[in-house]
């Protein structure tokens, strides 16, 4: 990148425990032991307050896991944002391009590789499962072009996506919302279910905990428990991300 052409500054925000936003600017590349020919983020971890891990990850060409991601009661997501790439679940090969994904249930294998000619950019989640008694979950595969995009809380100009079926085998979700110019969430929100939130589009005000924060295409944002949320289409064009949900699950005391 060479040297700075202004003074140093960043719209990161970090406050442990409580909520996260980092914009693309400033992120580093991570090396993980089983990735080749890839950049890597860490955007959300245990040492920031969150129960997961959440990565941005650009495999280049001929890149990808030398070893599959696999942990004993781990559960794994991938999101294609751009490229082309294959996702292997176990034995199961899975072709992924723009806006496709893959859920992969607890202590199975998941493997990458960029066979194409381009950067595959993917989202990357992770997450110990939570077991409910006489439930499981299963391998999900989609694509948000195939998915109904439902009005959100009765308002046509919010529409919502959900990833993965509502169904006790599963402890979270995930979801997009896309707001149209001037949309934005029925109320303020504050709630037990803690997000990680990936802008893929557009731009806006989100209110996160007491303050209202401009953010846009790119920028990740994390939110613990109880933080008050809501957020408004300021821009001139749509404004969509993908966020994790944790559900159908009771408290843990």
Request: glycine share 8%; hydrophobic share 40%.
């Amino acid at each position: 990148m060479g040297y700075p052409n202004d003074l140093l500054a960043t719209r990161a925000i970090i406050k442990h425990g409580r909520y996260a936003v980092i914009p693309p600017q400033g992120r580093v590349n991570n090396v993980i032991p089983n990735l080749e020919n890839c950049k890597v983020s860490v955007i959300a971890s245990p040492e920031m307050g969150a129960k997961f891990a959440f990565y941005t990850v650009e495999i280049q060409p001929g890149g990808g896991t030398t070893l599959p991601f696999q942990e004993e009661g781990i559960e794994t997501f991938v999101f294609s944002i751009s490229g082309q790439g294959v996702v292997q679940v176990e034995q199961q090969k899975f072709d992924l391009s723009d806006n496709g994904y893959v859920f992969a249930p607890a202590s199975q294998a998941v493997s990458l590789a960029n066979q194409s000619e381009t950067v595959w950019r993917i989202l990357l989640y992770k997450q110990r499962y939570r077991q409910l008694e006489g439930y499981e979950a299963r391998v999900v595969v989609g694509n948000l072009a195939d998915l109904p995009n439902e009005a959100y809380d009765e308002m046509e100009n919010v529409r919502i996506r959900n990833l993965l079926p509502a169904d006790l085998g599963f402890d979270v979700n995930f979801h997009t919302l896309t707001f149209e110019p001037g949309g934005c969430h029925p109320f303020v929100e504050t709630h037990l279910q803690e997000h990680g939130l990936y802008f893929l589009d557009g731009e806006g005000v989100y209110l996160i905990d007491d303050k209202w924060l401009p953010v846009k295409a790119e920028d990740f944002i994390w939110f613990g428990p109880y933080v008050p949320q809501a957020f408004y289409c300021s821009g001139r064009k749509n404004a969509w991300y993908i966020y994790t949900k944790d559900c159908n699950r009771d408290v843990q005391l």
